[in-house]
């Protein structure tokens, strides 16, 4: 890396002396110094370097490029023989032939990576260390931080130029128009990662590491823009990667503008799907998914998910929130589309309708209402009743009056609805079948059962008719990637799963093979995580509790039950009332087949928020007898003989294959002599601390929450380890964590105690104890009590100084070793 105090680091800027205050480059130091991770500015462009008077101190990663680096790049690379082809993708332009599988054109012989391989930098640094400071006409190539680009290295470079180029302009003109035609009083500089960022060592990897929040957060939080390039629009491939979907999400966290570009061409057919009301938002959005996005490394990809896994929701509560991030855009251009429409323009379109959806899955309620409501006004007056574009609308809008329990109003049109499209495209049609789905719908909330049932065993036969007769045309997808036939299935088991529900609440159970064959469909359509397919296997759960045929279940279902509750830990959370009822099931149907069972957990102890972290934790983790997997991966040794230095076996991610780790601590809890009794928990031939997570599926959970889990009491001594990295090991055949080790999905860093157990920050505490490296600890030891406190992991994690040595806080918070001296 470039040395920061080199004299020779300068950037150059235009001069601001009549710039309000918050719109200056960088803040004025009135004595430079050499500040950590800072670069040094001249005020001005001139030949020979300034003196140090006028000189400016910025952050590395609040410096952008400006609209001026555009062209002057372009030259610099004809410079070095290297023309950049309309194919041209960033990661190509940054590692060039470091990585021959990337996309774009071929290899090239020079690169960025290669450029800055000498002083080990970003390229910014590299050009202000070499004097490519200004254009020939003395222009800024750089400024401070306006906007942060976001992108995918797989897009096209061109595509982040223009969308440079164009925003430059866009904020050039609405300066002039303010400010009476008044020039900027300095450039927009705009983060760019490939240029702003050192591609030999990430600021991540440097030591001391940098935190996230400072490469990240800061940046979009000082300049509040961030621009995402989102190319092809048809399927972006921004939203289909790790980072640029932790930056959307980064955005709304800070309540950040969010600026969307799209190539010329892509914006004009986009801006047409949209006011013809084709563009299908709910498939744009569906990909939308960080656990299953890509990164350019997996090391990056690992990075994020412990940064999303430590944050609230987690991925689920990430992705929520790129999604409300990109329907804001969207109802944007929504609104902005419907201005350039005249009344009967509006008419002819759907994007009043597709609007309208958007804003009620956004919890606007009132707005989309009104919408639904003027698009049923404006059809009838337009088209006339009974035409099958007012009944389209009239059934979109009877169904968003169900979902607001109008009930009685939402009957009255569906009944209209249903006759017309009887009338109109035919019993055995789709729309009319979707339809009679719905009225039923609302029959079944008003207590219309017979009726309800007698509707939906028509609806069903009909659908069967249909779907018998369409050929599976596997080259005619629509929009989701389906054949016409699997979209009519897909409707067809949504019918069946209405109608199961309204035989349950007859009290007629003899259901459970149509829910099998809706479960059947689902897992094969839409993957046994989606949620339609969780809905249908808790609905099966349902029916063989009240035929009391839980015992009936076989082993295919029971996986399918525990791969559900899993998944539904993970995306609702432990103390979600379907996540409580799975589990409660999986406690007795495992019980009935004789199987170890769950200990049922109540709402009240299922969440992090109401359970004392710190009054749970034991450092002793798991019985002597336990069986500790060895680095050969075959042989074990009970956890009481495991000796410091020996070697065990670590796990990789996908639990594929093992890694040797070395042991160099070993704690041990002594067992009880007053009588009393541990809570423990038993998992398989293991008893383990109730707080020591363990993974299930790859899932990282407490060990109560194991489908083969129960409860258990004991008095015996408890051990754990320190291991090379603070890795996981194998006990019993089954995933634990050792000291230090972070548990993605399970630590949640908002609690201190969280923060210090899910780090090696726990090991420097038990280094601190005479005992150390063999940790010896009474069965109420006070060592425990302290270290167990929020109080003292909070003073812990945030002194920054060593004014006050780890010894005397622990002695501050009542523990004392006669063997210490203290201060």
């Given amino acids: 890396m470039i040395n920061r105090r080199d004299d020779d680091l300068l950037i150059l800027n235009d001069d601001n002396a009549d710039a309000p205050a918050d719109e200056l480059i960088s803040t004025k130091i009135d004595e430079p110094v050499n500040l950590p991770g800072t670069i040094k500015l001249p005020i001005k462009a001139q030949p020979d370097p300034p003196s140090d008077g006028d000189y400016e101190f910025v952050s590395r990663f609040q410096i952008g490029v400006t609209r001026h680096f555009v062209s002057w790049f372009q030259e610099f690379m004809k410079q070095k023989d290297q023309d950049l082809a309309p194919t041209l993708t960033t990661e190509q332009l940054v590692l060039g032939r470091y990585n021959l599988g990337s996309s774009g054109p071929s290899p090239m ?167 013809r009301g084709t563009f299908d938002f709910n498939d744009w959005i569906s990909r939308i998914n960080i656990a299953d996005a890509d990164a350019v490394s997996t090391a990056d990809k690992d990075m994020i998910m412990q940064l999303v896994a430590a944050s609230p929701g987690g991925a689920a509560a990430l992705n929520r929130s790129v999604v409300i991030l990109l329907s804001d855009w969207l109802i944007s251009q929504g609104n902005a589309a419907m201005k350039q429409l005249t009344p009967n323009e509006r008419i002819e379109t759907n994007l009043v309708e597709n609007l309208a959806g958007i804003l009620w899955r956004q919890h606007k309620v009132a707005e989309a209402g009104a919408l639904f409501s003027e698009m049923v006004e404006d059809r009838i007056r337009h088209f006339g009743k009974g035409h099958e574009r007012t009944l389209a609308g009239q059934h979109l809008y009877a169904w968003f009056l169900r979902t607001r329990s109008e009930l009685t109003r939402a ?108 479960i059947h469909g689902r897992v094969k359509l839409l993957g046994k995580n989606h949620p339609y397919t969780i809905d249908a296997i808790i609905m099966k759960v349902v029916c063989l509790s009240k035929r009391e045929e839980l015992k009936q279940i076989d082993d295919a ?199 210090l157990w899910g780090s090696g920050r726990i090991v420097e505490i038990y280094a601190q104890h005479p005992t150390w490296p063999t940790v010896r600890l009474s069965a109420d030891d006070q060592f425990l009590a302290v270290i167990k406190s929020e109080a003292f992991a909070k003073e812990f994690l945030e002194q920054s100084s060593k004014n006050i040595s780890l010894r005397n806080l622990l002695s501050k918070y009542g523990w004392k070793h006669p063997n210490i001296q203290y201060e």
């Fill in 109 to 275: 012989e020079w690169c960025l990576k290669d450029q800055c391989a000498i002083d080990k930098c970003s390229f910014i640094e590299w050009c202000i260390k070499n004097g490519h400071t200004h254009t020939k006409e003395g222009f800024p190539l750089f400024g401070k931080v306006n906007a942060f680009v976001s992108h995918a290295w797989a897009c096209r470079l061109v595509d982040l130029f223009d969308a440079i180029s164009q925003h430059s302009d866009e904020v050039t003109s609405q300066h002039l128009n303010i400010h009476s035609h008044r020039p900027p009083p300095h450039e927009y500089g705009f983060f760019l990662d490939i240029f702003v960022v050192n591609q030999h060592l990430f600021p991540w990897n440097e030591s001391p590491p940098l935190n996230f929040n400072i490469v990240l957060r800061s940046t979009i939080a000082s300049c509040m823009k961030t621009i995402v390039v989102l190319s092809p629009f048809e399927d972006p491939i921004p939203l289909q990667r790790c980072w640029c979907i932790f930056e959307l999400h980064t955005t709304r966290q800070l309540q950040a503008s969010l600026h969307v570009h799209m190539p010329l061409i892509e914006l004009e057919r986009f801006h047409d799907i949209l006011i």
């Fill in 411 to 518: 009957d009255e049109i569906f009944m209209e609805v249903v006759q017309g499209r009887q009338s109109v495209l035919g019993e055995k049609h789709p729309d009319t079948l979707s339809s009679r789905m719905e009225q039923a719908e609302v029959w079944k909330l008003l207590g219309r059962l017979d009726e309800c049932e007698s509707s939906m065993n028509s609806v069903i036969g009909l659908w069967r008719e249909l779907i018998s007769t369409t050929p599976d045309n596997k080259a005619n997808v629509g929009a989701a990637g389906r054949s016409p036939r699997n979209q009519l299935l897909l409707l067809m088991y949504r019918s069946m799963q209405v109608y199961v529900s309204v035989l349950l609440a007859l009290n007629k159970t003899d259901v459970v093979a149509m829910v099998s064959e809706i």
């Fill in 557 to 755: 279902f029971l996986d399918q039950m525990q791969n559900a509750f899993i998944f539904l830990i993970s995306s609702l959370g432990e103390s979600h009332r379907r996540t409580l009822y799975l589990r409660s099931a999986l406690v007795e149907v495992t019980s009935l087949l004789g199987k170890q069972s769950l200990s049922v957990v109540t709402p009240a102890s299922a969440t992090e928020e109401n359970t004392d972290f710190g009054n749970y934790m034991m450092v002793g983790c798991y019985d002597p007898s336990a069986r500790v997997l060895m680095a050969d991966g075959c042989t074990t040794k009970p956890a009481a003989s495991v000796q410091i230095g020996d070697l065990l076996a670590s796990p990789s991610s996908d639990g594929r294959s093992y890694s040797p780790v070395r042991v160099v601590g070993h704690t041990i809890q002594a067992s009880r002599e007053d009588g009393k009794l541990r809570e423990l928990v038993s998992v398989g031939n293991m008893l383990i601390s109730p707080m020591h997570p363990l993974q299930y599926l790859g899932k990282w959970m407490r060990p109560i929450y194991h489908p083969f889990a129960s409860s258990a009491r004991s008095s015996c001594e408890l051990h754990n380890f320190v291991v090379q990295g603070f890795l996981p090991i194998v006990v019993n055949g089954i995933v634990v964590s050792t000291l230090g080790t972070y548990c993605p999905g399970h630590h949640d860093f908002q609690w201190p105690t969280h923060a």
